[in-house]
């Protein structure tokens, strides 16, 4: 089984448009990460929510937002999507917020702007 | 602000040498972890192996072992016995201890291994 899990794993999608990315754990974890990476490889943190509640927004864009229904899942909304969006984005879960619990990552899901 | 730097953008080793991938940190705080990742191709972020910063001894995970320098702020990966799956991207990252999740990652090194 997936211990986390993104869907889609590639979206392809014109400017202007409006997608989501869903991600789910299976690990009992209490916090979950939205990460992006961009073109160059480099990741960079986004959002981090703890048990449903928002701890960490890296000033990112009001285009993005995050939404935890449960802690088990953490997905990601983007409005008006710009050509600087394209890049992969994970997400990941950890046992909590504490630096000496490793963060498991899902696969990514590259997103691309046409 | 914390920060991360890995210094080899490529490198390559010969199928069953000995690679050092370097990373350095900058910071002030006494608790910290630092940890690699592994990016294969499938895209996939693997966790290789994790250092406490209050642990002297250097953390090894079968055929990866890392040389961690404290005072130098020194975060050294080395693989042994290199193998064609270890062909990948990896990445050094920093986390404060009673931090709220943030890891910093370096930019990444490029590591091929060749047959």
């Known amino acids: 089984d997936t211990a986390v899990s993104q869907t889609p794993k590639y979206l392809v999608t014109q400017m202007g448009n409006d997608k989501s990315i869903k991600c789910e754990q299976n690990?009992?974890?209490?916090?979950m990460y939205w990460y992006k990476q961009d073109s160059k490889k480099f990741l960079k943190i986004m959002f981090s929510?703890?048990?449903?509640?928002?701890?960490i927004n890296e000033t990112v864009p009001n285009r993005f937002s995050p939404k935890s229904p449960d802690k088990a899942h953490l997905n990601l909304h983007i409005n008006s999507l710009e050509l600087g969006d394209s890049a992969v984005y994970f997400c990941?879960?950890?046992?909590?917020?504490?630096?000496?619990?490793?963060?498991?990552f899902g696969d990514g899901t590259r997103l691309s702007i046409l | 602000a914390q920060t991360v730097t890995q210094s080899q953008p490529e490198m390559s080793v010969q199928e069953a040498e000995t690679v050092t991938l370097s990373c350095t940190y900058d910071?002030?705080?006494?608790?910290?972890?630092l940890f690699w990742y592994k990016q294969p191709p499938s895209r996939q972020m693997i966790l290789v192996i994790r250092?406490?910063?209050?642990?002297?001894q250097n953390a090894t995970e079968n055929r990866f072992s890392v040389n961690f320098q404290k005072a130098a702020k020194s975060f050294s990966l080395k693989i042994s016995d290199s193998q064609l799956g270890d062909t990948a991207m990896y990445f050094c990252?920093?986390?404060?201890?009673?931090?709220?999740?943030?890891?910093?990652f370096g930019k990444g090194t490029k590591l091929s291994v060749k047959p």
């Open positions: 690990l009992g974890h209490d916090t």
């Open positions: 990941a879960s950890s046992q909590s917020t504490l630096g000496n619990q490793p963060q498991h």
């Open positions: 990252a920093f986390i404060k201890g009673g931090s709220q999740g943030n890891l910093i």
């Open positions: 910071t002030s705080e006494n608790n910290y972890y």
């Open positions: 250092q406490e910063a209050y642990k002297q």
């Open positions: 929510y703890n048990n449903k509640e928002l701890i």
